[in-house]
């Protein structure tokens, strides 16, 4: 059972795993109560609403003139790890992108690949209704493929490439959504990101304590603004240090912890160029857009850590159509777990990464796995044949 200090709330419970039924609102309102000092984040500008903002053109500068520019970087980037690990969990960088022609180029490609995801009819998103939002899955491949120059650019960005080594170190991967929230949109339902955050509370109470606390660690979101966002056009809202609540990840839609979320949340203005990057356990949400006019344009930035991959290169579709009429003729023999656990050793079960495009999160936050696929076919006992001819139709999607 969940303990009731703000201490414990970090800590794995006995019995190794969380329930969304222990979730208490008091262990919330402890860790929130945390004020965020100006000691804790010396290079910033200034704290607003509890968040530290740093000033691009000073970071710059400061580095340039550092005795020891390699030295300075890794202190900052020290800094911003602990706003992001047990600090607030966001920081603003303003004028991230110091030259707006830079961003304002990139905002006619994007503008350009909206209009074709339109034509093409792609609606696909995770917390709004289709059609609602603008939404270009795999930004930074379709950018780079079709304005190269551009994309130099715009990722030629080396105070960007300092706030994201800062969580992950060298080696990362950056991937890229446009989202255009056009007014009258919707805010969203207060919640938490990919890893863990896909899930539902079902799901994410399989997962033990311990990945609950690792899931922030292998990715960091963000967001450049494209256009400037005042209040009115819904810019996110955060909750500041919700990221140190450990059962996080099971609250997502509780009437109770969104009215909370409701009540406490932060929520920040931004201008064209700006960056607002937070660990992906923090609790958000993207505001209503209450403006008449502004298409509130970000480009959603989700950017991971080199060590979370296989070390061996494994073809799953072939093990997988290889296994399957085996387990079809196996099956009434064998254990109903043990049936799942040689699936579990064949074939691919998480859904990502994926095409998003042509395999969109269509009645939940994420697609149907390579094991779903697989244990459904199993369970209506479909002829190896055609279980083979879905897997690879399956395996199509997920192409770039």
Same mark, same amino acid.
């Given at each position: ?172 991967? %950056? ?167 040689? %699936? ?17 999160? %269509? ?38």
């Amino acid at each position: 059972m969940l303990h009731t200090t703000a201490r414990s709330v970090n800590t794995a419970p006995a019995g190794g795993y969380l329930q969304a039924t222990q979730c208490q609102i008091g262990d919330l309102d402890r860790l929130l109560r945390t004020v965020t000092q100006a000691e804790d984040c010396p290079q910033a500008a200034r704290i607003l609403q509890g968040v530290p903002i740093y000033d691009g053109d000073t970071l710059r500068a400061a580095q340039a003139s550092a005795v020891d520019p390699a030295a300075w970087r890794n202190r900052l980037m020290s800094e911003w790890a602990s706003i992001w690990q047990s600090g607030p969990g966001v920081l603003v960088v303003q004028g991230l992108y110091p030259d707006e022609a830079v961003v304002d180029a990139t905002t006619r490609a994007f503008q350009a690949l909206i209009e074709e995801s339109r034509r093409a009819g792609h609606s696909g998103d995770h917390f709004a209704k289709p059609g609602a939002n603008d939404r270009v899955w795999n930004a930074l491949e379709k950018l780079c493929l079709r304005a190269p120059d551009v994309f130099a650019t715009y990722y030629g960005n080396a105070l960007l490439a300092t706030v994201c080594e800062a969580w992950l170190g060298p080696a990362y991967q %950056i991937t890229s959504q446009i989202n255009c929230v056009n007014p009258g949109g919707q805010a969203q339902v207060a919640h938490r990101d990919y890893h863990l955050g896909f899930f539902n509370a079902a799901g994410a109470e399989r997962f033990p304590a311990h990945v609950h606390q690792l899931s922030p660690f292998l990715t960091l979101q963000g967001a450049v603004a494209h256009v400037d966002m005042p209040l009115e056009s819904g810019p996110t809202l955060y909750l500041p240090h919700s990221q140190k609540y450990l059962p996080g990840y099971l609250v997502a839609g509780l009437p109770a912890f969104q009215e909370y979320f409701d009540s406490h949340h932060v929520q920040l203005p931004l201008s064209k160029g700006d960056g607002i990057f937070f660990n992906p356990a923090l609790m958000h949400a993207a505001g209503t857009n209450r403006s008449r006019h502004i298409r509130r344009m970000a480009n959603l930035l989700q950017v991971s850590s080199a060590f979370g991959r296989c070390m061996e290169t494994v073809d799953r579709v072939r093990m997988a159509q290889q296994l399957y009429p085996s387990l079809t003729k196996l099956q009434t023999a064998m254990d109903t777990a043990d049936v799942a656990a040689a %699936i579990a050793a064949c074939a691919e079960g998480y859904a990502f990464p994926t095409n998003l495009d042509r395999d969109p999160p %269509i009645g939940g936050l994420a697609p149907q796995s390579q094991q779903d696929l697989m244990r459904k076919a199993l369970a209506q006992g479909i002829p190896a044949t055609d279980f083979q001819t879905a897997l690879q139709a399956h395996a199509q999607t997920r192409l770039s």
